[in-house]
């Protein structure tokens, strides 16, 4: 069975600050003085919550593998059947999508992929932005066609994740990536302390 994560390089200080050059940006700030111990932390959490206990259910999931660098990953995991009661309980509407967008997106392997439904992640730290969670990429051109699609924002989406690990994972790489744009300059300290997601 495939590792949940795979992240020794991914949460070191050295990697984040080549990260930012290697996107073409200048390390406009120095990394947070805290921000060994929150990485340290993070790695901890992730540790430990691998031991915390969760349900097996047989229900229809999502998983996809987000990709990092050349060797690293993790992976995230969705209950569609708890994803589609939160959609109706939320009452979302399906929006119209355009297939660049369904085309661009990082694809889950769905159990029972239904065509007439498309349903994407909204996902800000990959580049992608969103995971496509339902529906099938292979009859998609990208000629500007429209989609009616639901656009789930990770408030709601992360509720229906099979296990507490993936919310975590989520966490940490939506944090990683608010640094990543402080070291560059394009955020104050500030910014990103409203916006870091609690990893608990």
Known sequence: MEKIYLLDKFLT?????ELVKNNGLKIVNPPPQELEETLKYYKQR????????????DHQKAKV?????QDE????EWNMTKLKYLIKRAQIKKVEVT???IASSLPAHCEDDNDDNWTL???PPITSKYILAEGNKENIRTDQKIKDAYLIQPQVHLQAVTRSIYRNLFAIHF???????YVAGQLT??????RVLPVL
């Open 73 to 76: 990953y993790y992976c995230m």
């Open 121 to 123: 992640l909204s996902f």
């Open 65 to 69: 593998r987000i990709p990092l660098n």
């Open 189 to 194: 300290l500030k910014e990103v302390e409203e």
């Open 13 to 17: 200080v050295q990697y984040l600050k």
């Open 46 to 57: 992730l540790r430990s919550s691998l031991d915390e206990p969760y349900i097996m259910n």
């Open 99 to 101: 297939e660049k967008i």
């Open 175 to 181: 944090n990683y990536s608010l640094i990543c744009s």
